[in-house]
């Protein structure tokens, strides 16, 4: 309690790692337990992994909220410093917090699946992608960018949405449920020209483990620099989706209702008896 930032960048973190814990798991429970038969789902497929992405959000806002506000995303780090008054000086440390979480996630998650990397792709040479994301044409790498500036606007759009009491926002109990839902729309839509990361902590953080940990595909030292479009157009995006909400949504919303305090209520006029 003498040192609330040392709690939130905890909190950061962990809650980071939650996300990466049951999305990179999922998505190696899918890459590495096929039998490879042409046209094989194999454990849910892709249905699965955005289903496990948008829980692992939504458990991981539920586990830090109260601590740091559950941001577990630099696109909405930045956004809310941008939008909504977060201090700037903490804008660095809630980032550099979130991806060292996805960066020790990461390294959990291949420790426990390392003898099916083992057998699957002795190399490394093939299997990056179950930690981050690749484009799908990397000879148009604007396609990519497009892809990540529209999934994560619509995130930080809808999160300011679900989360503004001026508007039709949810129940606090249940806010992290419908962006955890948010998330897995945004899965399902968007994300396959640049392998729907919305996030750059969730992508840099693990990106770097695979870096250390061998993985030759790994987007940073093979030549490709796919590491960019995953930070740069989730940031881009964020501030388009917080302007677009703010300016096109917010500015037209009533005002805030104010409940009484107790002093109001006790300093009140009594209320006269009924007639009769």
């Avoid at 042409?38 to 109260?66: D, S």
Wanted: aromatic residues 10%; glycine residues 12%; neutral net charge.
């Amino acid at each position: 309690m003498r040192k609330p930032l040392v709690g939130e960048l905890i909190a950061e973190a962990l809650g980071t790692a939650v996300i990466i814990l049951f999305g990179a798991g999922s998505v190696a429970m899918v890459q590495l337990f096929g039998r490879g038969i042409p046209g094989e789902i194999v454990n849910g497929g892709y249905t699965n992994i955005t289903i496990a992405w948008g829980l692992g959000v939504a458990l991981a806002i539920y586990l830090t909220a109260r601590v740091s506000g559950a941001h577990l995303n630099p696109a909405v780090t930045v956004s809310l410093a941008a939008f909504r008054n977060f201090p700037g000086s903490k804008v660095v440390p809630y980032c550099l917090a979130q991806t060292v979480g996805a960066f020790l996630a990461a390294a959990i998650v291949y420790l426990n699946y390392r003898p099916a990397f083992l057998k699957t792709d002795p190399e490394l040479v093939r299997t990056a992608g179950i930690f981050t994301t690749f484009p799908a044409f990397p000879d148009l790498p604007m396609a990519g960018l497009i892809d990540q500036v529209i999934g994560t606007a619509l995130l930080v759009l809808l999160v300011f949405a679900l989360t503004d009491d001026r508007n039709l926002a949810p129940l606090s109990n249940l806010g992290p449920a419908f962006i955890g839902l948010l998330v897995i729309a945004i899965g399902m839509s968007f994300g396959a020209m640049h392998g729907y990361a919305i996030n750059p902590a969730r992508d840099l953080g693990p990106r770097l483990f695979t870096v250390i940990a061998g993985f030759r595909n790994n987007g940073i030292t093979d030549g490709t620099n796919a590491w960019v479009v995953p930070i740069v157009g989730p940031l881009v995006g964020g501030l388009i989706g917080g302007a677009v909400y703010d300016f096109g949504i917010r500015t037209y919303l009533p005002p805030a209702t104010v409940a009484p305090s107790v002093s109001d209520v006790r300093n009140a006029d009594p209320v006269p008896p009924p007639v009769g």
